[in-house]
């Protein structure tokens, strides 16, 4: 049994940042922020999700680091962020304009990608005005807008209101997750990862969604329950790419295909057989690569570096 907080070694070790700094909020709260790789790279912003950390990241910084200016934040009450009595879909939208308007010079764009609740963060913070400035691009994965638990197919019934009952107690829990063991892993894997999902990638989640404090699990939980971000989808103008494993119990693949048919800039629909909720973890190497495609297609550094590049190679 073990406490360690994320994997030591390994592909999703998080790697040791360039600087670190402490965001404040529109609220006073206080938000940890880490920044990798050059600080004249092409910049992306990385938003995790529920009872996750920038630790979840940790795959996506060490690929990405090597030619992009990487920022990861920690979600209020997770990871190194202090908890903070206001939970709700405005405080994440709060916290994301606050980490942009820290990291990113006036007028610099950027790809947003967010996983889960980070996507749901991006589609509160639609029509703030620093994602309205910085955003050139966004990647939600394994996301949706609302009916979330209505959706869920953590327990294997029918849809209906005793499956709803069933999940809302489940996710909701005030339960303490303990320590990782092989029956936790078991647990985790089952609820939010593909069966396929090799042994490290599951110790390796299962590490940081024990690390949440389970009271800001709970406090998030309810939050979860009752979104409804529908209106926000509207908002997010600029490209937009989706991505889904279709073993996804937590947000199904319905919720990125009516993400895909409401968003008025959908760029692509990725849906990846027998992946689960944790795509960036489960397929590291084809999230990147969307990240890295949107980057070099939608910031205009990218692309000018990448035709220098070009005409340098030929």
């Known amino acids: ?14 790697p040791a940042p360039a600087r670190e700094l ?11 922020a880490e920044v990798h790789g050059p600080e004249s790279a092409p910049a992306v912003v990385l938003a995790h999700g529920w009872v996750c950390s920038t630790a979840f990241w940790a795959a996506q910084v060490r690929a990405l680091a090597a030619d992009h200016r990487v920022v990861v934040y920690d979600q209020r009450g997770h990871g190194r ?3 903070n009595p206001v939970c709700g879909t405005e405080a994440l939208a709060d916290d994301l304009e606050a980490v942009l308007s820290a990291t990113l010079a006036p007028g610099e764009r950027a790809v947003i990608a967010g996983h889960s609740m980070g996507g749901m963060t991006v589609m509160a913070a639609a029509t703030r005005p620093a994602v309205r400035e910085h955003a050139a691009a966004v990647l939600l994965c394994s996301t949706g807008s609302s009916r979330l ?10 849809e209906g209101r005793v499956r709803t009952w069933l999940t809302r107690r489940i996710l909701g829990s005030r339960a303490p997750l303990g320590p990782v063991t092989p029956l936790a892993r078991r647990i985790l894997k089952y609820g939010t990862m593909g069966p396929g999902s090799a042994p490290h990638m599951v110790d390796a989640c299962a590490r940081i969604v024990h690390a949440c404090p389970r009271k800001v699990r709970h406090a998030w939980s309810e939050v979860l329950d009752l979104l409804d971000l529908d209106h926000g989808v509207r908002e997010l103008t600029m490209p937009v790419e989706v991505v889904v494993g279709t073993a996804d119990r937590l947000t199904p693949p319905v919720h990125a295909r009516s993400l895909a048919a409401a968003l008025p800039h959908c760029v692509g629909l990725t849906e990846l057989p027998g992946v689960g909720h944790m795509t960036p973890v489960e397929a590291p190497e084809l999230v990147t690569g969307k990240i890295r495609a949107l980057a070099a297609t939608h910031i205009p550094t990218a ?3 990448r035709a220098v590049h070009a005409e340098e190679s030929a």
């Open 1 to 14: 049994m073990s406490r360690l907080l994320h994997a030591a070694a390994g592909p999703y070790a998080p």
């Open 22 to 32: 402490t965001v404040t909020a529109a609220d006073g709260a206080r938000i940890h």
């Open 81 to 83: 962020s202090p908890a």
């Open 149 to 158: 638990v209505a959706s869920s197919t953590v327990v294997p019934l029918g």
């Open 303 to 305: 692309r000018g570096e």
